[in-house]
């Protein structure tokens, strides 16, 4: 009997990908670069066009490390969800998500809950595409896919199956994975992630990470955020005090601001850990 209930339970949960009134349009642009093929193909992925990968060689040109960064973050991502999870959160809002790999957000928090809930948010119908195929048929827990974008805080908040999907009585993991670094000051950033948090219930979790020139020459991070200048967004880097204020008046957990390889590493980490050009924390509100 009880396995026939689980199947019913799956059947009415069945994982979903939809798109709201006044959505972001579903022009791929493959002419233009956009930062979520870039870091596609930074990966290793095959889900980008000619434009992104010339664009990406470039940033690669610039800085070899962006690889190694990309690949640094998606560690960083993996161990925070997993963290938060492990502390009894059990529903996701990953806005920026990317288009979808191996490791994703709610493959990590499922591992720990089969019943965790997630949605993902991002403004590339690309990732709409793949996200379609990735979540299609029945699955542990239940995933939503919205196209919208993060300067829209209160239509990502307000969005049906955000609404439908995730209960903001209980604590909600935010995860702002590489993403807050493609807001450059007037699209005010700060602003943005304080008018989400506010919307959810103490013992929610912030997971951020965020690019930072602070161990780049002039000369290099000028060249890189000259590619970016000429993809769909910009790339502005912060210093590890500007990341540290998206925490402000949450509980910091150990270690606090750290390049994302020396977040709560699960092996020795490499030789210049400590100056990756990605910064990453995890906070608690109260």
């Not at 470039?58 to 690889?67: Q, T, Y």
């Not at 492990?86 to 998500?97: A, P, R």
């Not at 993060?150 to 993403?179: K, N, S, W, Y």
Request: net charge negative; glycine share 6%; charged share 25%.
């Amino acid at each position: 009997m009880k396995a026939e209930v689980v199947v019913v339970e799956q059947s009415l949960e069945q994982n979903s990908v939809r798109q709201p009134e006044g959505a972001p349009s579903a022009d791929l642009r493959p002419e233009v670069p956009h930062p979520a093929r870039m870091y596609d193909y930074y990966l290793g992925g095959k889900d980008n066009f000619p434009a992104d990968r010339e664009a990406a060689e470039r940033a690669l040109a610039a800085n070899p490390e962006f690889r190694s960064t990309a690949r640094a973050n998606r560690g960083f991502l993996q161990r925070a969800v997993r963290f938060v999870a492990q502390q009894g959160v059990d529903q996701f809002l990953d806005i920026g998500t990317g288009i979808p790999t191996a490791g994703n957000t709610h493959e990590i928090a499922q591992q720990v809950d089969p019943q965790a809930r997630v949605v993902y948010v991002d403004n590339d119908p690309i990732v709409l595409t793949h996200a379609r195929a990735l979540m299609a048929g029945m699955g542990r827990g239940r995933t939503d896919v919205l196209q919208a974008d993060l300067r829209d805080p209160a239509g990502i908040l307000a969005a049906a199956q955000v609404r439908e999907l995730l209960d903001f009585d209980r604590p909600v993991a935010l995860v702002l994975a590489a993403v807050l670094h493609f807001l450059p000051a007037e699209d005010k950033p700060f602003a943005i992630v304080e008018e989400l948090l506010a919307a959810l219930a103490p013992g929610s979790y912030l997971v951020l990470s965020h690019g930072t020139a602070d161990f780049l020459p002039p000369e290099v991070r000028d060249r890189v955020t000259g590619v970016y200048t000429k993809a769909t967004a910009p790339l502005v880097g912060r210093s590890r005090e500007e990341v540290r204020q998206f925490f402000d008046g949450l509980e910091l957990l150990e270690p606090g601001v750290v390049t994302v390889p020396l977040w709560r590493p699960e092996e020795e980490p490499a030789e210049g850990s400590d100056r990756v050009s990605m910064y990453g924390a995890v906070a608690r509100k109260s």
